[in-house]
């Protein structure tokens, strides 16, 4: 048989099949667990059946059956080979993955995707970070001249690092760029055989959470948008654009469920994903990295089309035309269908520099769940309390005094002076702080001391 | 004109003396094709296993005549079909890391069935050249042609070989590149990246190498119906 007749062999079979299940609508969707800013578009409309909730069941939908198959993946690449393979309709992924995922589908002739909708933004670029080993004595980005530093290549990580290197004038000769996974890159974290590893969220917390690495630089410092969104084939959104708006409405529902109650979302997601819920808190929660937010604003188009220019430069990525690829289309119509003022929503930024300047620190108990505290000093003193009782503290969160960015309060610098506790992110900042306040840096256990001295 | 057909007429006669030549040894040509493609997958899948000292923990099978049913219903353009289903996938074997979340794939060796197909002819072009090799040694021809005819053969299979590498290392790429190869190796993950596009020309530069190889080689030969 040639492979001519092969081919119409299989054609035919296909076309036959196709139209023995003209009833049947497949929606397959690519995810990915261990990409926190992905879940509400993925595991949490998973598991909680938010798609099948909006699906719709009326007009040419009415006797449609619906097949939806969920794939998990460890990153963006693969979803996209098979969204151009078709065995996938969405996929869901972060800024650089998902220009990689529209520039190869314009580079052929009869494919493309849209990118319909966020999942979720951090203003400044947190949720990226470059983490030492926890034990190391280097505290700031100047420091890594003459280092080891790994990250994902082509992550956003990866961006940030490059872009983070740049800002600090430490051309790439002056440091060895190693390429490492995320899971690789924290266990030579956790033994101490690489200088610096920068990822993308949430690993860095991940690290600090297990007690093996401390953040020295993150990517707030960019200042450029870290977000995640959603693509779809084009020819699925022709087909079936309802099923599409159905996609975004979940979306909105799964961000807006999370934020009715994130200490028990982190709890459902931990069990769903394996990530730890305090690292997922740091996320989720109120004054958290994330903004649960699904629009598609102006700054986030301008932040790929810069992050493409890196693509470009570094690793021959095809061209990227946006106005073609980006559409705002279905996120309006499922926005006005839910009654809800898109427009207003696109327009409403959440800088965590000011919206987290008032927030309370938190201890997690693991009995009594999130205690908040008005000041750090009554936070020292409750933790001080509990440990006098043997009680168990999950974690604790404070927030940078410098950035309002949410820290675990065990990875913090600390500064007494006569103002009270102040939290730091960077050592250096916190040496700043205290020598204009006549004030003492320390860490989290000198300041238990430090309270009760 | 003549010239032309004399060329037309050389090239068939090449063609014509290497098919018989071939066709003679069938058992040894297949036998390379398939023996070859074996050894690569082998080689292929132990790179990893030694440079990373992991066994494979994890096995993956896919439906791949549905896998390319799909494609072609639902991709227009055949140029396009055509790339996708190259890279469709049969089978999967690799390395899982569970210390976090779910599981994240380290490395993995894919198994693609058009790959598969092509190491295969490819594997049998290069038992016909080893014929041909060893019937112009027969032959007494010089033993610089013959050395070219090797050498340009061999530089032809290694650019083919490094070009059908489907590997995936999560440090480098997370769909299976020929440049996991490279970044093995030890060049640079950027520079490997950055080197991807120029796969396809490689490949193809690959397989002109051969069949210059055998057209040059086959030349030599004396008209097998007539020895």
């Known amino acids: 048989m040639t492979i001519t007749k092969l081919f119409t062999a299989i054609f035919m079979a296909a076309a036959l099949t196709n139209t023995a299940s003209a009833e049947t609508i497949r929606i397959a969707i690519g995810h990915q667990s261990m990409c926190t800013d992905t879940y509400t578009a993925g595991i949490v409309v998973k598991e909680l059946g938010l798609l099948e909730k909006h699906l719709p069941r009326s007009g040419k939908y009415t006797d449609a059956d619906y097949e939806i198959s969920w794939s998990d993946y460890s990153s963006g690449g693969p979803i996209t080979n098979q969204m151009m393979a078709n065995k996938l309709n969405f996929g869901v992924m972060g800024d650089y993955p998902l220009i990689v995922n529209g520039a190869k589908f314009q580079e052929t002739k009869s494919l493309r995707t849209k990118y319909i909708a966020g999942t979720g933004y951090n203003l400044k670029g947190s949720g990226n970070a470059i983490v030492v080993p926890v034990d190391s004595d280097i505290y700031t980005i100047d420091q890594l001249a003459g280092k080891q530093v790994s990250v994902p290549v082509g992550s956003a990580a990866w961006g940030m690092l490059l872009k983070a290197m740049q800002d600090e004038g430490i051309p790439a000769k002056d440091y060895a760029l190693k390429n490492q996974s995320p899971a690789v890159g924290a266990a030579n974290i956790a033994s101490s055989r690489i200088d610096a590893h920068a990822d993308f969220c949430p690993w860095s917390e991940l690290m600090e959470f297990r007690g093996t690495g401390r953040k020295i630089y993150d990517g707030r410092e960019t200042g450029i948008p870290y977000l995640h969104g959603v693509v779809v084939r084009e020819d699925f959104l022709d087909q079936y654009p309802e099923v599409a708006i159905a996609f975004i409405k979940a979306v909105h529902e799964a961000g807006q469920w999370i934020k009715a109650d994130p200490v028990k979302a982190v709890a459902m997601m931990e069990n769903w994903t394996g990530v730890e819920k305090e690292v997922l808190y740091i996320y989720f929660s109120e004054g958290g990295h994330l903004t649960l937010d699904p629009t598609i604003k102006p700054k986030w188009v301008e932040a790929l089309k810069a992050d493409h220019g890196v693509l470009t430069k570094e690793m021959n990525m095809p061209p990227l035309d946006f106005e073609e690829w980006v559409t705002e289309d279905y996120l309006k119509k499922a926005y006005s269908d839910l009654g809800i003022d898109y427009d207003a929503e696109k327009n409403t930024i959440v800088d965590p520099g000011v919206a987290n300047a008032q927030l309370p620190v938190e201890i997690w108990h693991s009995r009594n769940g999130i205690i908040s505290y008005a000041s750090i000093d009554d936070f020292l003193r409750a933790i001080k309390e509990f440990r006098e009782t043997g009680a168990k503290l999950n974690a604790t969160y404070v927030y940078d005094e410098a950035t309002g960015l949410k820290l675990f309060g065990k990875t913090a610098f600390f500064v007494k002076s006569s103002d009270g506790f102040k939290a730091f992110l960077r050592k250096p900042d916190a040496d700043t702080y205290a020598m204009k306040n006549k004030g003492m840096v320390m860490q989290l256990e000198q300041a238990i001391e430090g309270y009760s001295s | ?227």
């Not at chain 2, 590997?167 to 950027?190: E, F, K, N």
């Open chain 2, 1 to 227: 004109m003549e010239k032309n057909h004399a060329l037309a007429g050389d090239y068939m006669r090449r063609f014509r003396i290497s098919l018989r030549l071939a066709r003679r040894n069938k058992a040894l040509c297949l036998g390379a094709g398939a023996g070859l493609t074996l050894l690569y997958y082998i080689v292929l899948l132990s790179a990893p296993m030694i440079k990373f000292q992991q066994w494979p923990n994890y096995v993956t099978t896919y439906d791949w005549l549905e896998n390319v049913g799909r494609i072609i219903a639902s991709t227009p353009s055949w140029s396009d079909r055509l790339v996708i289903i190259n890279d469709e996938w049969l089978f999967e074997i690799g390395y899982m890391n569970y210390d976090f979340g779910i599981g994240i794939s380290q490395w993995s060796l894919f198994v693609a069935p058009i790959k598969v197909l092509e190491i295969m002819i490819f594997g049998a072009l290069l038992g016909v050249l080893f014929l041909i090799v060893r019937s112009i040694g027969e032959a007494s021809c010089s033993k610089r042609n013959l050395w070219a005819a090797k050498a340009t053969g061999g530089v032809g299979a290694g650019l083919v070989a490094l070009t059908s590498i489907s590997l995936s290392w999560v440090v480098c790429c997370a769909t299976p590149s020929w440049v996991v190869g490279l970044a093995m190796m030890g060049l640079g993950v950027s520079t490997s990246l950055w080197l991807e596009p120029i796969g396809w020309w490689l490949h193809m530069a690959g397989l002109g190498l051969l069949l210059s190889a055998l057209y040059v080689a086959a030349g030599y030969l004396p008209d097998i119906d007539k020895t």
